[in-house]
């Protein structure tokens, strides 16, 4: 993984979507942006793996709220292959609230409140490499 870490980033199909039947729809558009899928699971997280992972928002007012809704239902974890790849997604996932989310970004279509929020993105190459080993082990990538 290390020698294309700039490549890669990681990306989650949030709970709402998934729940909405929006995966296949929200895949589509990763492929037709020019995304390789690297690695891709589909998993319900327990609250606490859901807490691990958003450790750095412990304690922001939502931590409670946004780790019950990231353990409310099943959610796709990817990793995702492009040259820029974090800025890449961040721009096609849009603004953390769609309310503010551009025209044609993933939550500007697939989300429908700041909290539910349809996708996760990486926001640096460093959270990247870290995400990535939460979820996925070298045996899972392809
Ligand atoms: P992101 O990098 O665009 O995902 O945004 P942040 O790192 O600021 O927040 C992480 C996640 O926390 C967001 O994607 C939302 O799911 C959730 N979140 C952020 N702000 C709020 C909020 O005001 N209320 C709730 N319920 N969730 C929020």
Avoid at 9 to 24: E, H, L, N, Q, S
Avoid at 82 to 110: S, Y
Avoid at 111 to 140: C, K, P
Wanted: with cysteine.
């Amino acid at each position: 993984m290390a020698e294309q870490a700039g490549n890669l980033t990681f990306g989650i199909i949030k709970p709402d979507a998934v729940r909405a039947g929006r995966t296949g729809a929200v895949l589509q558009r990763v492929l037709d942006a020019g995304f390789r899928l690297r690695a891709m699971k589909l998993i319900h997280l327990t609250r606490r793996e859901a807490e691990g992972f958003y450790e750095v928002h412990r304690e922001r007012p939502f931590f409670g709220e946004l780790t019950a809704f990231m353990s409310s239902g099943p959610c796709v974890v990817l990793a995702l292959e492009k040259e820029g790849a974090v800025r890449a997604w961040r721009d096609l996932m849009g603004a953390t609230d769609p309310a503010k989310a551009d025209e044609g970004t993933l939550r500007k279509e697939f989300a429908s409140s700041i909290g539910e929020n349809a996708v996760h993105g990486s926001d640096s190459e460093e959270n990247a490499q870290i995400e990535l080993a939460y979820f996925f082990s070298r045996l899972e990538f392809v």
